[in-house]
């Protein structure tokens, strides 16, 4: 059973911009945080921007802020990941993941990996110069 699919990755010149999609399902959307995480090769997968299901409060790593948005429409069970300014180092497989709501401190999101229970199969994203 396929709970969280990506989209939207691809080949972009540096200062470029794409938009991943993670479509979720039903309950998923509705009970549990939503993260992105991403690896490049030869490193470890590491959260990039993650999204409360509660209050919606958004959260993102030192090295996207400012550049990439994360959003979510609750009429698609679909969150977003809108990237501006890319650099060829942003270049990396994306995955979406939703973390385990019975976890302490479940109302907040987090960039542990541990913490998310259910990933994406991810989508390439790269960054020429």
């Known amino acids: 059973q396929v709970q969280l699919v990506e989209s939207g990755g691809g080949l972009v010149q540096f200062g470029g911009s794409l938009r991943l999609s993670c479509a979720a399902s039903?309950?998923?959307?509705?009970?549990?945080?939503i993260g992105w995480f991403r690896q490049a090769p030869g490193k470890e997968r590491e959260g990039v921007s993650c999204?409360?299901?509660?209050?919606?409060?958004?959260y993102y790593a030192d090295s996207v802020k400012g550049r990439f948005t994360i959003s979510r429409d609750n009429a698609k069970n679909t969150v977003y990941l809108q990237m501006d300014s890319l650099k060829p180092e942003d270049s990396a497989v994306y995955f979406c993941?939703?973390?385990?709501?019975?976890?302490?401190?479940?109302?907040?999101?987090?960039?542990?990996?541990?913490?998310?229970?259910?990933w994406g199969q991810g989508t390439q994203v790269t960054v020429s110069s």
């Open positions: 993941a939703a973390d385990n709501p019975y976890r302490p401190f479940a109302d907040r999101c987090s960039f542990l990996r541990g913490d998310y229970g259910h």
């Open positions: 039903l309950r998923i959307y509705n009970n549990q945080n």
């Open positions: 999204i409360n299901k509660n209050d919606g409060n958004t």
